[in-house]
């Protein structure tokens, strides 16, 4: 370890070759009397460090065997103190005039992927996307998903930013735990404030209960969007007294909450946060008209938001590409976009993995300026490096997803057909990969993710998620040269 002590701090790495040791050469970096970098050992991944200053001392670590430096876990506490020495390392907000992806890593391994695949283009990483869901799927706490994706800046040398967001929040708790944090975006999820009662209520159900509103209110609502007609260039927007009627009953409940929010928590804090709206885990898609009431009414009440997700007409399932009427999207999206345009804001795409045939459009309709939303895709493609890798791992992974895939719908909506998925004893080894090009093989493991990661044996041991982890990482070239490849393909067809 002498060697690399004296190797990191003479700057030429090329020196170094060790048996034990495998140094990132992208995360050599120094701040004042101290030089670190990442190195891949048999134990995992560790932080190497050595000098005499602050940054030194802060570190909590091992002296090296065998000489100068020491070797510090990739720890929570560890991390702190790196994005205090290193800026690039802490999230950051972006603000409207970039455009943004989403990269949910569940695993915590998929950024360095990421990172190769994002750099230099002209769009910006958010790496820490974690909802509170997928954090009690996977066992993960909001610490470990920031850490990971400090880690993997580092790892990479990335200094162009990303972001952190505490993505689909719905409870109070959740939302000062995740900015308490230093998340530095919030998905605000409005599900549970919408009213999906009002889609199939009769017409005498719904004078009911839009007469029970106080007539003051009423009355603005009428006032502002059957009056003058709405005029968004771009948009094709028709308001009705009936349509008026449901889209009030539908959002005012949510429209409350979302003004509730930002002012008890973006407006009042002393950095900046991308504030996002989600108003897409809805029965029914949100017509132009909705989503330019909700965002004409969060104007009036003073609030800012950094992008909207509306639900899209067609369906945005997950893990495969979209289902519907494109030449229909392609209408709505039209107008969807320019409402964004019109307010300030950018479109955010929810589900937005694998929708290959309708990225053009939205590349094109937003004029590349949007926030894309992708998660399980990343998990599938490390599942497609088991199935090439570890073929007796993938045939149980996939063995326990079929026993357990009425379990995982609890969480997920898909219209998986298991019988359509090919059975395992006519697949070859060489074959399996090929499960993750069908949809309903995609989909069958895509929402089985939690199962799978947290399974156990009888003794308690872990039933596939070490095995799992430790082929990942033996293979990590191979993971992130298909994540370059998966996530590649997102980027070019959305004009990056």
């Known amino acids: 370890m002498k060697q690399l002590a004296e190797v990191l701090q003479s700057g030429n790495i090329s020196e170094f070759v060790s048996s034990e040791y495998t140094v990132y050469p992208k995360s050599i970096a120094k701040a004042g009397g101290t030089t670190i970098a990442i190195v891949k050992t048999a134990e995992g991944k560790k932080l190497f460090a050595v000098g005499d200053d602050d940054l030194y001392d802060a570190l909590v670590g091992e002296p090296a065997q065998g000489g100068e430096g020491k070797l510090c876990a990739l720890s929570h506490a ?154 968004v260039p771009g948009a094709t927007l028709a308001f009705t007294k009936e349509s008026l009627v449901k889209d009030v009953l539908i959002y005012h409940e949510a429209i409350n909450f979302m003004e509730e929010i930002y002012n008890r928590y973006i407006a009042t804090l002393d950095r900046e946060v991308d504030f996002e709206i989600s108003i897409d885990e809805t029965e029914t898609p949100t017509s132009p008209e909705a989503h330019y009431l909700v965002a004409n009414e969060l104007r009036h009440r003073g609030v800012s938001i950094f992008s909207m997700a509306p639900r899209f007409c067609g369906e945005f399932q997950k893990g495969i590409d979209y289902i519907g009427d494109i030449a229909q999207f392609e209408r709505e999206l039209a107008s969807h976009a320019a409402i964004a345009v019109h307010f300030g804001y950018k479109l955010s795409i929810h589900s937005g993995s694998d929708k290959f045939s309708v990225f053009p459009l939205i590349g094109q309709y937003t004029k590349g300026l949007f926030h894309l939303k992708t998660a399980g895709t990343n998990w599938l493609e490390a599942v497609r490096v088991v199935a090439s890798e570890n073929p007796s791992l993938y045939r149980r992974m996939h063995q326990y997803a079929l026993d357990h895939f009425e379990e995982a719908t609890a969480y997920y909506h898909v219209t998986t057909d298991l019988s359509a998925i090919a059975p395992l004893e006519s697949v070859t080894d060489e074959q399996l990969p090929d499960y993750m090009n069908e949809n309903n093989a995609r989909q069958l493991l895509h929402i089985t993710y939690g199962l799978l990661l947290q399974a156990k044996n009888e003794d308690g041991s872990l039933t596939f998620a070490d095995e799992f982890f430790q082929t990942l990482y033996d293979r990590e070239d191979v993971f992130v040269e298909g994540l370059k490849r998966h996530i590649g393909k997102h980027l070019e067809l959305l004009g990056k």
């Open 78 to 231: 560890n991390r702190l103190t790196i994005n205090n020495f290193f800026p690039n390392t802490a999230p950051r907000a972006f603000g409207t005039k970039v455009a943004t992806m989403g990269l949910g890593d569940r695993l915590g391994i998929a950024s360095p992927g990421h990172i190769e695949t994002i750099r230099g283009k002209d769009i910006r990483p958010v790496l820490a996307q974690q909802s509170i869901r997928e954090l009690a799927l996977t066992g993960r706490t909001y610490e470990d998903v920031l850490d990971a994706a400090a880690y993997a800046v580092l790892q990479e040398g990335y200094t162009d930013g990303y972001g952190a967001d505490g993505d689909h929040l719905k409870k109070i708790e959740d939302i000062e735990y995740a900015l308490r944090l230093g998340f530095t975006m919030l998905t605000l999820d409005c599900s549970e404030k919408i009213d999906n009662s009002i889609a199939g209520a009769s017409d005498e159900e719904l004078a009911a209960k839009y007469e029970a509103l106080p007539a003051s209110l009423r009355e603005q609502y009428e006032s502002r969007y059957l009056g003058e007609a709405a005029a």
